[in-house]
């Protein structure tokens, strides 16, 4: 969620319930006010999450989930004359699939994560089920924040490979497969060998990559801090059940005293049986933080790309210094290495005039062409490094302005939760007074 809103707004949140559709309200209203031409010529929302049955690739009966996205132009909004939306039903798969396409198409960018598939860091009571309904209206929202984020980028909202996808309901996924990304995607065996053989890493994607670990860590940790403490208050509002039974069962038999009795357990019963709620509200701040979770590998990305380009780069430099030393050493005769050529020589008499100018034109060929892979090397290192450095400071301006957000308002609701507990004992300190 973007924190725009100011803390005016935020002490305004602190006084009611935040539901889902709220959440997704402040998302949509800021992205629209930071966001690029598409968002501010076309309204989008993920309205609706459908279960669904059907055969997959190997002919097995599956059970699936479909969303649907609905596009409307915003000036029909504003006039108000209201049309109805544009809509096309999407998998998750597809959703995979978009941003799969994105990080290739747009290695310098720190694309936007989907929502979780399946439920991790949930606590005990809560489904861990991909087709539960609260997971999936949850998930629901989560796509729909994707959609918005890449809406309100400025390099990717205008793609049209993401336009097909909101708005072409057949042939989007032939139409993506026909860019040819997936053969322009690197291999994870690729970029590992990078990593550890770059020698010249640029300082500030080193530490950005390190920094992307320790806050993968971080909100990890936090993540099952509060799924314990989920857990453990879960706990605490049951027991206040037992205080509801007891109190109850005690009513029955006492006569001046048996109405505040009954009254204060009441009081209880109403407070344990409100927990489920309150908690599964509360996992709408935990998919925030997970949103960011997930960011990390997003950023991680950017910089094995990075890594990547420069080992590239040395090894076309190392290769362009190797062709010079050969030239240096057939033009002076002088061997400065060992090498299979020159023992050839010895062995078995030196080439002709002819094959000595052969090879040098071939040397002079390979050394000119080596020079402008080297400067082409050198200009896209230099393109990446500016566009994606633009970008990692737009992400962390937005990461700092969310997680702000997103903890005050978790920290809001937590104080709203102990103040009913204490308006439940507050009641029943009542209850007890007109016995």
């Given at each position: ?17 935040i539901?889902?559709?709220e ?5 949509r ?16 929302s993920?309205?609706e ?5 059907g ?11 479909v969303y649907l ?7 029909t909004?504003?006039?108000?004359t ?16 978009l941003r799969?396409?994105?990080?290739v ?5 720190v ?10 860091f ?5 489904s ?11 998930r629901?929202v ?8 890449v ?18 309901e057949?042939?989007?996924r032939?139409?993506?497969f ?9 291999s994870r ?6 990593m550890?053989?770059?020698k ?16 993968q860590?971080v909100v ?25 039974r ?30 489920d ?5 509360e ?20 910089c094995?790309?990075?890594e990547?380009?420069q ?5 076309a430099?190392l290769?362009l ?8 050493e057939l ?16 062995l078995?008499g030196?080439?002709t005039a ?10 002079e060929q ?9 400067k ?10 500016k ?6 400071e737009?992400?962390?301006q ?11 308002s978790?920290?809001?609701?937590q104080?709203?939760m ?5 308006q ?7 209850c007890?007074?007109?016995?």
């Amino acid at each position: 969620m973007m924190a725009d809103s100011g803390t005016e707004e935020i002490a305004v949140i602190g006084n009611i319930d935040i539901t889902s559709s709220e959440l997704e309200n402040n998302i949509r209203n800021t992205m629209v006010e930071k966001g690029t031409a598409l968002l501010r010529k076309m309204e989008i929302s993920v309205a609706e999450a459908d279960k669904r049955t059907g055969k997959n690739a190997v002919n097995i009966q599956e059970t699936y989930t479909v969303y649907l996205i609905e596009t409307r132009p915003v000036d029909t909004v504003t006039e108000g004359t209201s049309p109805a939306p544009d809509s096309v039903w999407r998998r998750y798969s597809e959703f995979e699939l978009l941003r799969n396409y994105l990080l290739v198409a747009y290695p310098f960018i720190v694309v936007p994560p989907l929502p979780e598939k399946r439920a991790e860091f949930v606590w005990h009571k809560l489904s861990a089920d991909n087709l539960d309904p609260d997971f999936v209206e949850r998930r629901r929202v989560g796509l729909e924040n994707f959609l918005l984020r890449v809406a309100s980028h400025a390099g990717l909202s205008n793609d049209n490979i993401f336009f097909l996808f909101l708005t072409e309901e057949k042939g989007w996924r032939e139409m993506v497969f026909e860019t040819g990304f997936q053969a322009k995607a690197d291999s994870r065996l690729k970029a590992l060998s990078a990593m550890f053989r770059v020698k010249n890493p640029d300082k500030r994607f080193t530490e950005l990559k390190h920094y992307s670990d320790e806050l993968q860590t971080v909100v990890s940790q936090l993540l099952r801090v509060r799924a314990r403490v989920a857990d453990r208050l879960y706990g605490v509002y049951k027991v206040h059940g037992n205080y509801g039974r007891v109190f109850s069962e005690w009513s029955a038999i006492e006569k001046e005293m048996g109405d505040g009795l009954q009254s204060a357990g009441h009081h209880m019963d109403a407070y344990a049986a409100s927990v489920d709620d309150i908690l599964e509200e509360e996992e709408h701040y935990a998919d925030q933080l997970k949103e960011y979770l997930f960011y990390t590998e997003a950023l991680k990305a950017v910089c094995r790309k990075h890594e990547l380009n420069q080992y590239e780069l040395e090894m076309a430099a190392l290769d362009l210094t190797s062709k010079k030393q050969q030239k240096e050493e057939l033009v002076t005769g002088t061997v400065r290495t060992f090498s299979l050529k020159g023992m050839t020589s010895k062995l078995f008499g030196q080439e002709t005039a002819e094959q000595r100018e052969a090879r040098l034109q071939l040397l002079e060929q390979q050394i000119d062409e080596g020079e402008e892979t080297v400067k082409e090397k050198n200009a896209e290192c230099d393109e990446f490094v500016k566009a994606a450095w633009v970008d990692i400071e737009h992400f962390k301006q937005q990461k700092d302005s969310d997680l702000k957000e997103a903890l005050i308002s978790y920290a809001i609701m937590q104080i709203s939760m102990c103040k009913k507990g204490i308006q439940v004992w507050t009641n029943a300190k009542e209850c007890f007074n007109k016995m």
